[in-house]
């Protein structure tokens, strides 16, 4: 069963900051790091000072940015810029946004403290590959703040929406705090306070299980965290330190959007886009078009409606087309070695048929970061083209909902991201200590 508790939130007090937007930021994995000095340089006391800080020249054990991170969270706390709430609360979150051709969304969750289980017992499933770099960065900023800085973005089923119904009875008409971010995404916040409503709440989360859609490293670290704490304080279920800040979300909500993340491949010693293109067109069908990035993402979508298709470009000005008309054949023969639960899947007929079987990129030079680019803006993949970055672009379409579920069911995992889960959730807007002698609410 999903655990998930309300908790004493921390959070920016606007009289002392200002503008709440100029001190949130979006999850620091995203962040490149041309905007990770703009972001330092907008605000004192912006989020990314504690979470994501710069590396100086001279940094050592006796100095770096993980104690200059613990230093400013102490000192924001002992000068008021950031505030703990009094009574425990669920903090119902709305995002409103817009995908230009697609209209506008509001995608409605709520934060809370979700009791740790390890992969593999059940109650929390993953679909994603981790990397071992991100979770030491994550773990060292949280032995030095005891806190939870950026949430785990979790899905859970509810086609009735009883979970969120129930949460909406608790909140006022005008949200607790708002922020925009960088995007022009609203982020809106209200504190569910009352005990009989967050036990309610609680209750009805009691038999659904928690979908990981984005902060696999942050989930693992915190149960590397929690290992520690156990060892120096032992184990007790009231613990903040047996608990992880989560986003939870129904993924039956209508605000759910997947957007897909593209690939580039460089660094390849022999490329040619006419040997990969005839070993292509040996197999599969593949139509060649003139036509410009744009062109080549509206050919994709189309095609997408009506079967399995990749996109790719190694410019020139045109794009080639891959479809595949009789996908499960092909997925029997060439993709054997997968779990048929995964073949079928856009990121693994990319993953398994182009960069391995194709071009001769295994899937351990992908693991540890060689030969492939990731790109959520397509135009900056083709940017990297024209400027030799990359040898070539591969466009997907998005992994969807149902795929999604069923992947976590199946106990699979897909290559490093494979999902876009948008928008983000904001750091710094809700922050969660795991101090050891913070508790939480215990849950029946």
């Not at 149902?402 to 928008?423: A, D, I």
Request: charged share 25%; hydrophobic share 40%; aromatic share 10%.
């Amino acid at each position: 069963m999903a655990i998930v508790a309300p908790f004493r939130g921390i959070h920016f007090d606007v009289k002392k900051v200002g503008d709440l937007s100029k001190v949130v930021s979006q999850p620091y994995d995203v962040i490149s790091p041309e905007e990770q000095k703009i972001l330092h340089r907008r605000h004192p006391r912006q989020i990314v000072w504690v979470d994501f800080g710069l590396e100086r020249e001279g940094d050592g054990p006796k100095e770096n940015k993980y104690i200059r991170a613990a230093a400013h969270y102490r000192h924001w706390l002992s000068d008021g810029s950031l505030v703990q709430d009094a009574s425990p609360a669920f903090y119902y979150y709305e995002q409103e946004f817009t995908i230009p051709g697609k209209g506008t969304f509001v995608r409605k969750g709520y934060l809370g403290a979700l009791r740790l289980s390890a992969f593999g017992e059940g109650e929390v499933l993953p679909h994603e590959k981790t990397l071992s770099k991100p979770k030491e960065d994550r773990l060292a900023l949280m032995r030095v703040t005891d806190a939870n800085m950026s949430p785990i973005f979790g899905l859970f089923s509810d086609p009735k929406d009883e979970v969120l119904s129930a949460m909406r009875k608790g909140i006022a008409s005008a949200p607790d705090f708002a922020a925009t971010d960088d995007l022009g995404i609203l982020h809106r916040v209200w504190k569910v306070t009352d005990p009989a409503i967050q036990k309610v709440a609680a209750g009805k989360m009691a038999d659904k299980k928690v979908f990981i859609a984005d902060g696999h490293h942050r989930y693992e670290t915190a149960l590397a965290f929690r290992e520690e704490m156990r060892k120096k304080f032992g184990k007790r279920e009231d613990a903040a330190y047996e608990h992880v800040l989560m986003f939870m979300c129904n993924m039956d909500d209508e605000g759910i959007v997947i957007l897909p993340t593209h690939r580039g491949v460089h660094s390849l010693p022999v490329f040619s886009e006419e040997e990969l293109a005839a070993k292509v067109r040996a197999i599969l069908p593949m139509e060649t078009r003139d036509g410009s990035p744009e062109d080549a993402i509206r050919a994709l979508e189309a095609a997408g409606k009506k079967g399995k298709a990749i996109a790719w470009t190694a410019g020139g000005g045109k794009f080639h087309l891959i479809t595949f008309p009789d996908l499960q054949r092909f997925c029997d023969e060439l993709l054997a070695k997968f779990p048929k639960q995964l073949r079928s899947l856009d990121v693994l007929l990319l993953h398994g048929f182009l960069l391995e079987q194709m071009l001769g990129i295994t899937p351990e030079a992908v693991t540890a970061g060689q030969c492939v680019k990731y790109y959520k803006d397509p135009a900056k993949a083709v940017s990297d083209l024209s400027a030799r970055v990359i040898q070539a672009g591969f466009f997907l379409n998005s992994v969807t909902v149902e795929e999604f579920r069923n992947v976590s069911l199946s106990g699979h995992v897909l290559p490093q991201k494979s999902t876009f889960f948008y928008p983000k959730i904001l750091t710094g807007l809700l922050i969660f200590s795991t101090r050891e002698d913070e508790r939480v609410p215990a849950q029946t």
